[in-house]
């Protein structure tokens, strides 16, 4: 489930880092804004989830707008650094904001609808000799195929031409310019799509959790979110889904490392092995799982 | 000639902090014509190209192009009214295929939009087919075709500034700024590329104004010949004219006289 987030997550940063060539690092914020812009419109407002859940993507998209307009035509680490900036402008906001998000007291209650209908869906599963042992196992199943109906939108449309004019920009913006392409305008709708998709991957986690806190977005998910990028292969979407399966197993599988050791010397080591299986594949296969090593070549 | 010119520039500035790169130019470039830009180097020759074409705001002047201001336009505006540039070094994108860059540069394309492609998918795919086939009877035209589903990168530097005038042609320009066009091309496919330019002009009346700094290149293929120094034009005439002109002879030696 957890890899299914992160999948949904990344997905959005492939478009922007791999495929366009912009450093967005305030992922995490772009999903913070959409866990919360949903919770806050159920909770505070009394919205149906339905209708709250597309006013937060729109909310996510016009943050997107807005951190791109000015930023977007600063040099890439000087974006990568507002980016991050912004994240935890707005980490920051919502733990001291409480009358709008509780503060680190949290946000609860914005998921009644999601377990009405997780909770007919086990049924129904039941109903049709599933045996659903777990009630996290509807949002599961929801969340896996999410990825795989976005996965299959953005990977279909980075191949039109539309997405040929983003790799035009990683490679080339001034080419891309003096070929008459508004590169500000893709580079824009580049980040908004990648803000929606980390607002999507928002709702799954909020769901998951059940108590949305500000710690949740914490810039090492968008870390997490660029590893899976890198370890993938850079504009490679079929890198993405493995990598955040691999990622995530990693993470999750070395929480039982059965060794005679104090838990929290566990928990340590298990980043250490995590960030050693990461360095031997970098070194051994700098391209990532599924990027083309000519490509990377060529482009210096 | 009755025909207004395709390009005026008028007393045209761009200051770089305390250095008057462009400093006053002013020319104008008839349509139709095969114009050379020379000076000695600084003489502000490429910081005026990036002036004309947009990619350096200008500090003043005007610039008008078939009679309109594009004064202050973005590079992306300035490109899609027809006026297309290269650049000196060149910026083929290596990691397309010879193809996906001319496909990139296609006009009109409603693929290019987000969405695009399936909201208007038949208008997509039809002038996806139109600029394919454009694009493959260009590389044709410059011995490009069978590289056509090459990486770009893996051209020679030769190849790389005729794709990039092919690529250019894409966009069906009516003037073409080339920023030395043959410097580290060898002299076979410099021949070529200049036989291209020329066959353009008369097919299509294509305008061309180019930066060279070969004057054997400059006084053969062009019929007029624009000379800039410290940021000035300071000599405008056919190039036997401009080759005796005593301000230019005093600009390219003056320093050593």
């Known amino acids: ?300 | 000639m009755s025909d207004p010119p395709i390009l005026e520039v008028e007393d045209v500035a761009k200051r770089f902090g305390g250095v008057r790169a462009v400093d006053g130019a002013s020319f104008s470039v008839a349509r139709g014509s095969i114009t050379a830009l020379i000076g000695p180097n600084g003489a502000g020759k490429s910081s005026l190209f990036n002036v004309v074409t947009g990619f350096e705001r200008p500090d003043g002047g005007a610039v008008r192009y078939d009679g309109r201001s594009i004064y202050r336009l973005p590079p992306y505006a300035i490109a899609r009214r027809g006026m297309v540039r290269t650049f000196q070094l060149t910026k083929t994108l290596s990691v397309m295929t010879v193809l996906d860059n001319m496909l990139l540069a296609a006009p009109r394309h409603p693929g290019e939009r987000l969405g695009g492609s399936l909201v208007f998918a038949a208008a997509a795919r039809r002038r996806e087919r139109e600029a394919r086939e454009h694009a493959l009877s260009l590389l044709a035209t410059f011995a490009l075709a069978e590289m056509a589903n090459e990486y770009a990168g893996t051209l020679s530097g030769g190849q790389r500034k005729l794709l990039e005038l092919a690529r250019a042609l894409m966009l069906e320009p009516r003037l073409v700024l080339l920023d030395e066009p043959l410097a580290g091309v060898n002299p076979t496919l410099g021949r070529r590329l200049l036989e291209h330019i020329e066959q353009l002009r008369a097919d299509d009346g294509t305008t061309f104004l180019f930066v060279e700094h070969d004057m054997e290149v400059v006084m053969n293929h062009s019929d007029r010949v624009i000379v800039m120094a410290a940021g000035r034009v300071i000599a405008d005439g056919e190039p036997q004219a401009v080759r005796r002109d005593e301000a230019v002879i005093e600009a390219y030696l003056g320093a050593h006289a």
Request: net charge positive; hydrophobic share 60%.
């Open chain 1, 1 to 300: 489930m957890l890899a299914a987030t992160y999948g949904i997550f990344a997905l959005g940063l492939q478009l922007n880092i791999g495929t366009t060539g912009i450093t967005n690092f305030g992922q995490a914020g772009f999903m913070a804004i959409g866990a919360y812009a949903m919770a806050i419109l159920v909770v505070r407002e009394g919205w149906s989830w339905w209708w709250a859940m597309p006013v937060a993507i729109v909310c996510a998209m016009a943050a997107a707008v807005l951190v791109g307009l000015p930023s977007l035509r600063l040099r890439a680490d000087y974006f990568a650094i507002t980016t991050l900036a912004f994240a935890e402008i707005v980490r920051y906001a919502a733990n001291n904001w409480r009358s709008l998000t509780n503060g680190n007291q949290g946000l609860l209650g914005y998921n009644a609808d999601w377990f009405k209908l997780s909770f007919r869906f086990g049924n129904w599963l039941n109903d049709h000799g599933i045996h659903v042992t777990s009630f996290l196992f509807p949002l599961m199943l929801v969340s896996w195929a999410l990825l795989l109906v976005l996965w299959l939108l953005v990977a279909a449309l980075v191949r039109t031409p539309w997405g040929r004019v983003l790799r035009a920009i990683r490679e080339d913006e001034d080419a891309a310019r003096a070929l008459g392409k508004n590169t500000l305008a893709y580079k824009l709708q580049s980040l908004a799509l990648s803000a929606a998709l980390a607002a999507i991957a928002g709702f799954v986690l909020a769901m998951n959790l059940t108590l949305l806190v500000p710690d949740q977005f914490d810039p090492v998910f968008t870390i997490f979110g660029v590893v899976i990028v890198i370890l993938g292969g850079l504009g490679s979407y079929v890198g993405v889904l493995v990598a955040s399966f691999l990622l995530m197993t990693l993470l999750e599988g070395t929480r039982y490392i059965g060794l005679p050791l104090a838990s929290d010397k566990i928990a340590a080591l298990r980043f250490i092995i995590v960030g050693l299986v990461l360095i031997l594949l970098m070194a051994f296969r700098p391209q990532g799982l599924f990027g083309k090593r000519k490509e990377m070549l060529l482009g210096e």
